[in-house]
């Protein structure tokens, strides 16, 4: 009997499609902000780039204090529709409004400016916390199924992963849509009007509307089934200790910091694409290419990870992206000196790709493995504090991310960006020139590929794996069973 409670499908296909569209549309609103805000702060607004790289890491890590106020909250909750359901029904509307008022056009200059951008990122990163936190650590009670678990975890990372690349998608788009949208700079001289600050008012309405209705699929449509002691208080201290105690998950939390910049592509990949490809319209040649590699690495994950283990699987894609960005740097080189040289050109796309097969172990494997730390300090202690543990992931993650874009914008700013851009707009200059698009590409490659190496340390000691890990699933399912 309780063999089969480890083993038995509890998840229906309507429920991982809610929790999968969920993610995508929740993902699309980060991705947005993510890739193009720092763009729109600069070009519309008028704002220092690298300046506003560092705002956003100033209001991240400002606003990282609230998450493991939302995780206490979340460990709390007294809600009869469950407590991870009714945190991300409360996020919707503040994540809906603070959305379009971040891609305002606003008559602010100087100081005045700077602190606009700061405040409304600081809003828009606390209503983004509400449904971030519970979104992902619901994942941890839709299944006491541990091979269910990874799965879903997978497939709604592939859809994650889809949604936060979304956006080099709708844009393009809405640049059609919108009347004079097509008007976007281009690097080659052919226009020099900026990116029209409509195009991106509009896309942030229709980006926010979209994922905020499909982020609703996730209270509306799954249930959470892994039983836990409701209402009981947490403290900070508390948490701190569940971090304290749990070492396979200070190993987690180490490792993604270590990796911090291993997407810091993401971050700069309207800049990439303007100084690369020549306008920043063509983003989504750059976006797609290693979105592809990356869903491809998600999706192969459950398979790697049933043969040998999430330990050795992040080790090996890990290492494998070190390697694989060092290369693409190599490539990439060249191909900017010979740009019509077709195998050149090959060569340069398909280790965009192959880059992307490395993010399966940056996007899925710290959530599979924050979900078996939870089980494990289950097993040690008898409490679950999924709030607690997620909302530590999920600040490790937005500062981490936020990290990986100051630096990014950092390389841009000294790669001589922002002059190029203004002597292309003047009719100085046709185009970015070789030393420009290898720091650029240096900082999209090479960066986050040493980033990647780094982080592998921590996880040659993490140990929820094979034997251990079924023992643990497995005696708490036999607790369960006795205290039903």
């Known amino acids: 009997m309780t063999e089969d409670v480890t083993k038995q499908k509890h998840l229906k296909f309507k429920e991982i499609a809610a929790y999968s569209l969920g993610l995508f549309g929740f993902q ?18 008028g704002a220092d780039i690298a300046v506003v ?35 991300i029904m409360y996020s919707i509307v503040p994540l809906l409004v603070m959305t379009a008022i971040v ?7 100087g100081l005045g400016l700077y602190v606009w951008i700061f405040a409304t990122y600081l809003i828009w990163s606390l209503a983004m916390t509400l449904g971030d936190v519970p979104s992902q650590g619901i994942a941890s009670v839709l299944t006491p199924n541990p091979t269910e678990r990874t799965n879903v975890v997978s497939i709604s990372n592939t859809f994650k992963q889809i949604g936060f690349s979304a956006c080099v998608v709708i844009v393009p788009i809405v640049c059609l849509i919108i009347p004079n949208g097509s008007k976007v700079f281009v690097a080659s001289g052919e226009t020099d009007t900026p990116m029209i600050s409509s195009e991106y008012f509009w896309t942030a309405v229709l980006t926010a509307v979209l994922g905020c209705v499909l982020f609703a699929l996730i209270p509306m449509l799954n249930k959470e089934r892994v039983p836990y002691v409701s209402g009981e208080k947490t403290t900070f201290k508390d948490m701190i200790s569940a971090l304290k105690n749990n070492k396979p998950f200070m190993l987690v939390i180490i490792s993604y910091f270590l990796g911090f910049g291993r997407q810091m592509a993401m971050g700069i990949q309207v800049q990439a694409a303007n100084v690369i490809l020549g306008s920043q319209n063509l983003v989504a040649v750059l976006g797609i290419v290693t979105a592809v590699g990356s869903m491809i690495s ?23 992206g070190f390697v694989v960005s060092v290369l693409s740097f190599i ?7 010979n740009p019509s040289n077709i195998a050149l050109t090959v060569l340069f796309y398909l280790f965009l790709f192959l880059i992307g097969l490395q993010f399966g172990a940056v996007t899925l494997m710290p959530m599979i493995m924050t979900a078996d730390c939870v089980d494990y300090y289950e097993y040690e202690t008898g409490k679950r504090m999924e709030g607690a543990a997620y909302s530590i992931l999920t600040l490790t993650i937005k ?3 936020a990290l990986g874009t100051a630096l990014g914008l950092v390389f841009v700013q000294l790669s001589g960006y922002s002059d190029t851009v203004a002597q292309i707009s003047s009719g100085a200059a046709t185009g970015f020139d070789l030393h420009t698009k290898d720091i650029v590409f240096f900082a999209y490659t090479i960066v986050p ?13 993490y ?14 399912a036999k607790r369960r069973e006795k205290a039903e």
């Open 449 to 461: 590929g040493i980033l990647a190496l780094l982080s592998t340390i921590p996880m040659f000691k």
């Open 298 to 320: 998600m999706a192969l994950c459950p398979v790697l990870i049933k043969k040998m283990g999430e330990k050795k699987v992040y080790l090996l894609l890990s290492i494998y």
């Open 399 to 401: 500062v981490c991310l």
């Open 28 to 45: 699309a609103i980060i991705g947005l902000l993510n890739s193009y805000q720092a763009e729109f702060d600069a070009s519309i607004l």
């Open 103 to 109: 891609f305002l056009k606003v008559p602010f200059s």
């Open 53 to 87: 790289g560092i705002l956003i890491l100033a209001a991240k890590i400002v606003s990282a204090v609230f998450d493991p106020i939302v995780g206490n909250l979340i460990d709390r909750s007294k809600s009869k529709n469950g407590k991870f359901k009714s945190m």
């Open 331 to 337: 490539v990439g080189h060249f191909y900017f000196i």
């Open 463 to 476: 140990d929820i794996v094979g034997e251990k890990k079924a023992k643990i699933a497995s005696e708490l």
